[in-house]
């Protein structure tokens, strides 16, 4: 049945508050932080009309703009047309919630982990309204090109006026978009990021339709990745359209990604119930929707698209300014599962659960007549609570967060022994602010409701324990001989799937090893990555005994190729005759580009373009590795 990819909510209508002009007013939450400092800075040397700004508790003057202590204060004084929100993840959904008091048209958040069910909060407050659009949260924000408008981390060297329109689910993937159609003379007319967690404030979807309706838009691209249904709306989205028929060309991360993992992105894991990326590449190839294998491609085959006609597009880098500190954010971890039975204290505090319901670990016992399993989760695409729930067939009963499923799931049929413990059950996911509650059966013994089992999937952002320094590491299972060292997790996964998909079809293969050269590793340096964490990497991907080369890719968009380059020159100091290929665009890639190539170091090399890239660090592997075959042959 289809499906429309779009709620029915007045929040709907406000994706046109996306537009952005050279007049359009822009205010900072949290103004004084030492990265929206040096953000609105960027941004007023880009050319953004900046007005102010507001601190709790604070007032006054900050970078010559006036500095308010509440949103309120600030609407009033100021009447901005957007806010750039950089309050740190555990305090971002108030800052949203004050944004959208304040009627604020378009708000931005860029810190990354939110933690889920403060989104959830957070959509309920969108639903009631139609004034507020919200981007985000963990996005790069907008830039509009031709108005020197940005708001968010879109590094503006990368940018020019043009024609192409991009939106994003990864922020790296989407300044390598825009780099790659800039040099093919097109540049953008609007470039999105609507982020990587869970629950964003504006879907993928949303964002195609705003640029298939923007008039200075004539082709758009489309960045997805694993996880979520956003890209079947997507399809549903460019089949159905009614206007002015457009290119629309498509990249897909996360071949390589480990189901049930969280590659990088909160949001970046396929879920019970979400379709496959073949599914979802199936669905727009269906719709009409051209596909590349990695964003370099887009700028070429778009200009092919178009007819070869281009702008006058200037593209000279100029020389960046200094680049913003990261975003805010919470420690990346992929924390493990944590059975249900760990959490009796609370189900034994809850007298509605001691009363209805007991539990026990194992199987479900032979004796029980029916045996119904649920799962208290989100619904991605309506950004609300849901029960998944299979009666005499499966459904997905959703329910508003604030009040609870017991309305929803009488409306639905459900007995009342049913609802009260689900509704229980409702309340141990929501007070341990788990991603999924899972009980695999759930059943009726002599008036007793028993639940066999349960299984809790926590938020990552709330965990305590991770990666130092921002770095995550997750091992791929197979014979890959690549290590990968990437910044951002969308670039990552595109890297490992490039690096995959070549050596599966052109690599060396042995009786003992398998492909040769494939990814051993997904890494993400984190956004704040410094010589010591990009040391800290090749530790990570040096202890794996399988590599036998390296391949960084880095796109530094808020980040520093002179700081990554001197990174990977002290880590590559200790390697010996390992393989190592850099690549280095962005801010200050030439310099960092020079640092690397002076370094002297023999097995380093830098290669400019993605493929090249790929290719010479997959013949310098395989050529490693038929070495070490030849010295230690393999015994049949």
């Given at each position: ?210 640029l298939l309706d923007d008039a200075e838009t004539r082709g758009v691209v489309v960045i997805g990745e694993v996880g979520g249904e956003g890209e079947m709306d997507v399809a549903q989205v460019v089949e159905y359209w009614k206007g002015e028929r457009k290119p629309v060309l498509a990249l897909l991360a996360g071949w390589s990604a480990l189901d049930g993992t969280a590659m990088g992105h909160a949001g970046a894991v396929r879920a019970p119930g979400d379709p496959t990326l073949a ?358």
């Amino acid at each position: 049945m289809l499906r429309h990819p779009f709620s029915t909510y007045a929040y709907a209508g406000t994706v046109k508050n996306l537009t952005l002009t050279a007049s359009t007013r822009v205010i900072y939450q949290n103004f004084t932080g030492a990265t929206a400092s040096a953000n609105a800075a960027a941004s007023l040397a880009y050319g953004t009309n900046v007005v102010g700004g507001v601190t709790p508790n604070r007032s006054g003057v900050h970078l010559d703009l006036p500095l308010f202590s509440t949103v309120a204060k600030a609407a009033r004084a100021l009447n901005p047309d957007a806010s750039a929100i950089f309050a740190p993840a555990p305090h971002a959904a108030a800052a949203i919630i004050a944004a959208i008091a304040a009627e604020i048209p378009l708000v931005v958040a860029v810190a990354e982990h939110v933690p889920a069910h403060d989104m959830l909060r957070v959509h309920e407050v969108l639903r009631t309204q139609s004034r507020t659009r919200l981007l985000g949260p963990n996005c790069a924000g907008v830039i509009r090109p031709a108005a020197r408008c940005r708001i968010g981390l879109m590094p503006p060297p990368v940018f020019a006026p043009g024609v192409v329109g991009i939106v994003a689910r990864s922020g790296t993937l989407g300044y390598e978009a825009a780099a790659s159609t800039t040099s093919a003379g097109l540049g953008q007319s609007c470039v999105l990021g609507v982020g990587g967690d869970w629950i964003p404030g504006t879907s993928l979807a949303e964002g195609v339709r705003f640029l298939l309706d923007d008039a200075e838009t004539r082709g758009v691209v489309v960045i997805g990745e694993v996880g979520g249904e956003g890209e079947m709306d997507v399809a549903q989205v460019v089949e159905y359209w009614k206007g002015e028929r457009k290119p629309v060309l498509a990249l897909l991360a996360g071949w390589s990604a480990l189901d049930g993992t969280a590659m990088g992105h909160a949001g970046a894991v396929r879920a019970p119930g979400d379709p496959t990326l073949a599914e979802k590449r199936d669905a727009l190839v269906c719709a009409g929707v051209t596909m590349v294998r990695h964003p370099g491609e887009f700028g070429p085959r778009m200009a092919a698209a178009l007819g070869g006609q281009r702008r006058s597009v200037h593209t000279a880098r100029p020389p960046p300014p200094p680049p913003s500190p990261s975003p805010p954010k919470t420690t990346k971890t992929t924390g493990p599962h944590q059975l249900l039975w760990q959490h009796l204290e609370l189900l034994q505090n809850d007298p509605l659960w001691g009363a209805r319901a007991a539990l026990f670990r194992g199987a479900p016992s032979p004796e029980c007549m029916k045996r119904i399993p649920a799962t208290i989760t989100f619904d991605r695409r309506e950004c609300a609570p849901c029960i998944l729930i299979t009666l005499d067939a499966p459904e997905r009963i959703e329910f508003p967060y604030a009040t609870g499923p017991a309305a929803a799931l009488e409306a639905a049929g459900c007995h009342w022994e049913l609802v009260e413990t689900l509704t229980a059950a409702w309340g141990v996911w929501k007070s341990t602010g788990a991603y999924t509650l899972h009980l695999p059966s759930i059943t009726t013994m002599s008036h007793t409701v028993v639940v066999l089992g349960g299984e809790l999937t926590p938020d990552p952002a709330l965990a305590q324990d991770g990666a130092g320094g921002g770095v995550l590491h997750i091992p791929l299972p197979g014979h890959g001989r690549i290590g990968v060292v990437a910044n951002g997790a969308g670039l990552a996964m595109n890297t490992c799937d490039v690096l995959a998909a070549y050596a599966s079809s052109s690599s060396k293969t042995t009786a003992a090893t398998g492909p040769a050269t494939g990814p051993a590793n997904f890494l993400d340096t984190g956004g704040k990555a410094t010589p010591e964490t990009v040391r800290e990497a090749f530790d990570k991907v040096m202890a794996d005994g399988r590599v036998r080369g390296v391949l960084v890719n880095v796109f530094a968009g808020v980040l520093d190729c002179r700081v990554i380059a001197r990174g990977v020159v002290e880590a590559c100091k200790d390697l010996g005759g390992v393989p190592v290929v850099v690549r280095l665009r962005g801010s200050w890639e030439e310099e960092g580009r020079e640092i690397v190539r002076e370094s002297g170091l023999p097995a380093v090399e830098v290669v400019e373009d993605f493929d090249q890239a790929v290719k010479r660090i997959v013949e310098l592997t395989a050529a490693a590795v038929g070495a070490e075959e030849q010295e230690w042959p393999v015994q049949e």
